[in-house]
């Protein structure tokens, strides 16, 4: 029985055209240029001293960031962003002496010389630290600058690079056309596979169980004649056994009934004459029990049988799948013009895409670019020399200034190194030492030069601090928190009737959503030009490759897409003659009942050994003579039957022959049962599945058909949409490095905290002359004595 589905499974298998899924499109990776600048700003540890420099302006100005207000007044600009530091500065100009002076005054009084001389040396301690400060920051900023030489000539190369490798990215992306047209060429040359196996998997849902059910009644008709054969090999057998087993036992009946006519036996009222009338009641039991001769032969339903399968159904059903199969072919053959429109239509395609090029003027403004960069390049090299000298004469200046300090720092030190050396409690004022009078004479004149620079130390630290502090607040904290784009992007800021400036200036459409912020961050995060500045507007890529254009032109050449396939016949007129024959073969008109009854039979009707023992068992009974040795000798007769021929037929037939007949019986009584309905159902599939194929087919073919039609369609969306993609971020891909040297410069010049070193030391420069001045009278040599009277 497993015949009929290994031959089913293996012409699917065989037949059946295998599609696999399709994976996206990879179109790779758009080809780009190395860039050289890597414009990451790390100020190293003189970032410790910009950190004490914005702790210290958030303590003399800790309000936030006033938003949503205009810093650009029409008029006097200069005098608007000084006040947001003013009034600190003042207080902290009036609060610091009120509370150092007092300090110092405790010291002169209270501790006299030798607090004067730790207090001298402490601000000493805070004028080197502010003088180290300065030139610090005062190197770094020369360093800085010198770096960005370096980091404006990388981001012009940048530039270059860039403005090079933008026609180069432009034929690659019209260059992927080809990916997406190969692919469309590939789902074209295999429409049959693609298309025709989608149809055959649909179409394939009701035609195979049609077949599997014809294809299993030819397996049916093959198995009945199986069992037919069975039966009537088997009856025959039966009845042969049977019959010469009847005939032994009737001789043995016959036999015994000679020897019982003795004349022992007449009278009946002796025991041998009882012995012999049990022995004649008996003889009947010497009879066999199942009797196959009066069973009907099976030879008219068998010959039927074999005139049915004279044709072979399940090469019928095998041509019906072939012809079903072959409909991939059917499907190449039928859409041969529709597939050649669609290659036509690939190349105008094709040409549109290449256009595109040619409609973006790309060339002459890269040109113009480039030369742009050369001419710019050629001027910021031009300034290098003033930059160098500019930057050699603020180095210089701030180096005396420091200077400055420093000297006073040395008069201070010098004159305290003296004066502790030489200094002598127990001298006069009028008799102390050279080395004492030496270290007083320099402490005065560090007090000397600190009233002759401190006017000029004062305004510098004041004009720098103004400057360095308001841009500090209103330029750097809110250019890093992007506070400051909120003002820039603030409606009605530069021309009243302008929403946002942006995009008035450029498109001379105020009204879209470009700011300064969006610009900056599209920038930053390193996205393309085109959709940071929205170029679509000067130049829409989307309407240049509009999907829906190429979508309709594709979708108008499916509509010509007619699949035929009426020519497949899956049974023909034979087959479905041959179903119908094989019910009208007889088998239903078997008795089946009268078979088992016989097979529920023994072979006799008794048991012959047991029998013959109680022969023997009554001839004991009897006396010496020939009645006694007669029933011997036939119980010995019927010894030889049981062994000889029941007990063979029982073993060598009866079991095997048995269950052969019974099997046949059954599988015959069973097939009978729904032979008809069977082959009514297989024959009613097939006519459904047929009249599918052939009248109906239709919508399975539009069905597949679109879906088939959309996978080429989506070749071109997915080339199309990456395109747009890539223009919007990759083509026109900004460089981000230009935006990370324009901050990192902002930090360079504008975080300087030369002011805050400088001021350190300007602001202790008073109690260095109260202190000094005050030791100068413990270490100067004077003229005269003071002299109390009591």
Not at 367 to 396: A, C, G, K, L
Not at 512 to 517: A, K, P, Q, S
Not at 639 to 646: A, C
Not at 700 to 716: A, L, S
């Amino acid at each position: 029985m497993l015949w009929r589905a290994a031959l089913a499974l293996g012409l699917v298998l065989l037949l059946l055209p295998h599609t696999e899924p399709r994976a996206p499109l990879d179109f790779g990776l758009v080809p780009g240029g190395v860039y050289d600048t890597v414009a990451h700003y790390e100020p190293g540890p003189i970032g410790l001293l910009f950190n004490m420099v914005h702790a210290f302006l958030h303590v003399v100005q800790p309000n936030p960031f006033p938003e949503g207000k205009s810093y650009l007044p029409a008029g006097g600009g200069s005098d608007r962003l000084c006040p947001n530091l003013t009034l600190p500065l003042g207080l902290c100009l009036l609060l610091v002496p009120v509370f150092v002076w007092p300090c110092i005054c405790v010291c002169v009084c209270v501790f006299m010389w030798i607090s004067n001389v730790y207090c001298c040396l402490f601000s000493h301690l805070v004028h080197r630290a502010g003088v180290l400060c300065a030139y610090a920051a005062n190197q770094h900023l020369s360093s800085q600058l010198k770096n960005m030489r370096r980091l404006v000539n990388s981001n012009l190369r940048d530039l270059h690079t860039f403005a090079n490798d933008t026609p180069a990215q432009i034929d690659y992306l019209i260059s992927q056309y080809g990916t997406a047209k190969e692919q469309v060429l590939c789902d074209l040359d295999n429409v049959g596979v693609l298309l025709g196996g989608k149809i055959h998997d649909e179409l394939g849902k009701e035609v195979r169980p049609a077949l599997d059910g014809v294809l299993n009644m030819a397996g049916v008709m093959r198995d009945t004649k199986e069992a037919l054969e069975n039966v009537s090999v088997t009856l025959e057998t039966l009845q042969e056994g049977t019959g010469k087993l009847q005939f032994n036992l009737s001789v043995v009946r016959a036999g015994l009934s000679n020897a019982l006519s003795d004349p022992a036996c007449a009278d009946a009222l002796s025991v041998t004459g009882d012995i012999c009338q049990n022995i004649r009641s008996s003889l009947a039991q010497l009879e066999i029990s199942a009797n196959y001769s009066r069973l009907p032969g099976v030879t008219n339903q068998l010959n039927k049988v074999n005139d049915v399968l004279r044709t072979d159904l399940s090469l019928s059903v095998q041509k019906g799948l072939v012809a079903f199969n072959d409909t991939p072919t059917m499907v190449t053959e039928q859409t041969r013009n529709v597939a050649e429109g669609v290659r036509n239509l690939l190349d105008g395609i094709g040409k549109n895409i290449s256009s595109f090029s040619k409609q973006f003027p790309i060339q002459s403004s890269l040109n113009n670019f480039t030369v742009m960069i050369s001419h710019t390049h050629s001027r910021i090299e031009d300034y290098y020399p003033e930059i160098d000298q500019i930057d050699f004469y603020r180095w210089i200046c701030c180096i005396a200034l420091c200077c400055m300090v420093v000297l006073i720092l040395a008069f201070n030190f010098l004159g305290l190194l003296c004066g502790i050396l030489g200094f002598d409690r127990h001298a006069s004022p009028t008799t102390r030492g050279c080395v004492s009078n030496t270290g007083g004479n320099l402490l005065m004149a560090g007090v000397g030069f600190s009233f002759l620079f401190s006017w000029l130390l004062m305004g510098v630290v004041t004009a720098t601090f103004l400057v360095g502090g308001n841009v500090e607040k209103l330029v750097c904290e809110p250019f890093s928190s992007r506070q400051l784009f909120k003002v820039l992007d603030t409606p009605h800021l530069v021309n009243p009737t302008w929403r946002n400036f942006i995009p008035g200036y450029l498109y001379n459409d105020p009204d879209m959503d470009l700011t300064v912020e969006n610009l900056y961050s599209n920038c930053k995060e390193n996205r393309g030009i085109y959709s940071a500045l929205h170029l679509d507007k000067v130049f829409n890529v989307s309407a240049l490759l509009n999907t829906s254009v190429y979508t309709k032109e594709v979708s108008q050449k499916f509509e010509g897409v007619r699949v035929d396939l009426r020519s497949i016949i899956l049974l023909d007129a034979e087959g479905k003659q041959n179903l119908i024959s094989f019910t009208e073969t007889g088998i239903g008109e078997i008795n089946f009942a009268a078979y088992l009854e016989e097979l529920n039979k023994g072979v006799t009707r008794v048991d012959l050994l047991s029998y013959a023992n109680n022969l023997d068992a009554q001839a004991d009974q009897l006396s010496r003579g020939s009645l006694q040795t007669s029933l011997k000798g036939h119980a010995n007769t019927l010894r030889q039957i049981h062994s000889h021929q029941v007990l063979s037929l029982q073993q060598s037939m009866v079991i095997s022959l048995f269950n052969t007949l019974n099997q046949s019986i059954r599988f015959l009584e069973r097939t009978a049962s729904d032979l008809s309905v069977s082959v009514l159902n297989s024959g009613a599939s097939v006519d459904a599945a047929q009249f599918l194929i052939s009248q109906n087919a239709t919508f399975v073919v539009n069905q597949e058909t679109e879906k088939y039609k959309q996978t080429i369609i989506g070749y071109f969306r997915q080339y199309l949409d990456w395109i747009k993609t890539s223009v919007s971020t990759v083509l026109t891909k900004s460089i981000s490095s230009l935006i990370e040297s324009i901050s990192s410069l902002i930090d360079v010049l504008l975080q300087n905290t030369f002011w805050f070193g400088l001021g350190c030391s300007t602001l202790f420069l008073l109690p260095s002359i109260i202190l000094s001045v005050r030791l100068a009278k413990f270490y100067r040599r004077m003229d005269t004595e003071d002299v109390y009277d009591e």
